[in-house]
């Protein structure tokens, strides 16, 4: 079993940064692809970004591609999101998952494990 913490959210202004990190711990996550994946209120859930942990390749949703950046860091078990120039658009609970394919996957079906998630607000 995997568990995943996530961390770094808050209130911030449009046009600021915020990094995000998830923590996981119960097994090493070096040979399972990581995501984010964010829920706004009343909205569904989008994938955001994810790496792969065979290729460390990076996939991002259009919506965020240029301002987020993914990367994950095996010796600490850890998976970040530095998000830049936020947007009020990019309101929401954020969630990163893990699922242990070497393909990065853009549906939230395809994870096995979730973390709790952590608020990020932007405001005008």
């Known amino acids: 079993q995997v568990q995943l913490a996530e961390s770094g959210g808050g209130l911030v202004q449009a046009g600021g940064s915020l990094r995000l990190s998830c923590a996981a711990s119960?097994?090493?996550?070096?040979?399972?692809?990581l995501a984010w994946f964010r829920q706004a209120p009343e909205m569904e859930g989008e994938f955001v970004a994810g790496?792969?942990?065979?290729?460390?390749?990076?996939y991002y949703a259009d919506s965020v591609k240029g301002r987020f950046t993914i990367s994950r860091n095996n010796a600490k078990n850890t998976v970040y999101l530095q998000m830049n120039n936020l947007k009020p658009e990019d309101t929401a609970v954020y969630f990163c998952?893990?699922?242990?394919?070497?393909?990065?996957?853009?549906?939230?079906?395809?994870?096995?494990?979730w973390g709790q998630g952590t608020q990020v607000t932007v405001s005008s």
């Open positions: 998952a893990a699922d242990s394919s070497a393909r990065i996957g853009a549906r939230s079906r395809e994870y096995d494990y």
């Open positions: 119960g097994r090493t996550v070096s040979r399972y692809s």
């Open positions: 790496v792969s942990w065979s290729s460390g390749g990076t």
